[in-house]
C-alpha cells in the first residue's frame, strides 16, 4: 500500500533563517507531487506541483521554492523565511491528473 | 476557469441530527468531485468521491453525496451526526484535463452533544 511521509513535524523558525520541508511518497511510482499551505484558520492554497522528476510548476509567486529530486522525493524550500510564512504545509501525491489526492500529516511551521 | 465554492464556513449541529454541506463548482464540462474532512492539526482524509455513473455516492464514515448537474452542485450529507464529525469539511473539484485539483475553502462543522 501506499504511505506518504513529512517531516519534520512541527518546526519553530527564526525570520531570515532558510527553510527545508521533506516529503516522501512509498508504493508508488511516477506519482504527481503537491504543496499546499494552510494559514490559521483559512483554506488550503496551491503553493507547486510535479508530474516528474525536476518538473515543478508554480501557483503562486513567493518566498518559497520546491525540488524533485527523486521520483517519490518533493522538497519545499526558502532562503530567507518571511513572519508570514507560518502555516500547515501538506504534500500530497495522486497517480496523475486529477485523480484522487492522498495527503500527509503535515508540517506545522512557526516563524518568529 | 474552475472554482468551488462552500457556501457556509461554519455549521453547528446536534449530535444525532442530520447534516448537509453544501458545495458548487464552475464548470464547462462534467468535473471529478472530491470531499475531504480534515481533523485539527491532520492532513485531509477523502471520504468520497463522483468521476462518473451514479450521481449519489456513497463514501467512508457513513456519508454520502449527490452531484446534481443543473445546479452544479454536490452536496454532502450524513442522516445522523456525530461528535467525532467534528471537522473541517473541503469540496474539491478537478477535470481529465488538469494536472491537479482545485478545493473550495472548507466548512467547518460543530457538533453540540
Known amino acids: 500500500s501506499q504511505t506518504i511521509h513529512q517531516w519534520p513535524a512541527t518546526l519553530v523558525q527564526p525570520v531570515g533563517s532558510p527553510l527545508s520541508l521533506e516529503c516522501t511518497v512509498e508504493?508508488?511510482?511516477?506519482?504527481?507531487l503537491y504543496w499546499y499551505r494552510q494559514a490559521a484558520g483559512r483554506g488550503l492554497q496551491l503553493l507547486f506541483y510535479s508530474v516528474g522528476i525536476g518538473q515543478i510548476s508554480s501557483e503562486v509567486p513567493q518566498n518559497l521554492s520546491a525540488s524533485r529530486p527523486q521520483d517519490r522525493q518533493f522538497i519545499l524550500s526558502s532562503k530567507k523565511l518571511l513572519l508570514s510564512d507560518s502555516g500547515f504545509y501538506l504534500c500530497?501525491?495522486?497517480?496523475?491528473?486529477?485523480?484522487?489526492?492522498?495527503f500527509g500529516p503535515g508540517t506545522r511551521l512557526l516563524v518568529l | 476557469a474552475q472554482s468551488v465554492t462552500q457556501p457556509d464556513i461554519h455549521i453547528t449541529v446536534s449530535e444525532g441530527a442530520s447534516l448537509e454541506l453544501r458545495c458548487n463548482y464552475s464548470?464547462?464540462?462534467?468535473?471529478?468531485l472530491f470531499w475531504y474532512v480534515q481533523s485539527p492539526g491532520q492532513g485531509l482524509q477523502l471520504l468520497l468521491k463522483?468521476?462518473?455513473?451514479?450521481?449519489l455516492v456513497q463514501g467512508i464514515k457513513g456519508f454520502e453525496a449527490e452531484f446534481k448537474r443543473s445546479q452544479s452542485s454536490f452536496n454532502l450529507r450524513k442522516p445522523s451526526v456525530h461528535w467525532s464529525d467534528a471537522a473541517e469539511y473541503f469540496c474539491a473539484v478537478g477535470a481529465s484535463w488538469l494536472d491537479k485539483v482545485i478545493f473550495g475553502p472548507g466548512t467547518s462543522l460543530s457538533v453540540i452533544p
Open positions: 463522483y468521476f462518473s455513473g451514479d450521481t
Open positions: 500530497a501525491w495522486s497517480t496523475g491528473g486529477s485523480e484522487t489526492q492522498y
Open positions: 464548470y464547462g464540462a462534467t468535473p471529478y
Open positions: 508504493g508508488t511510482s511516477n506519482p504527481n
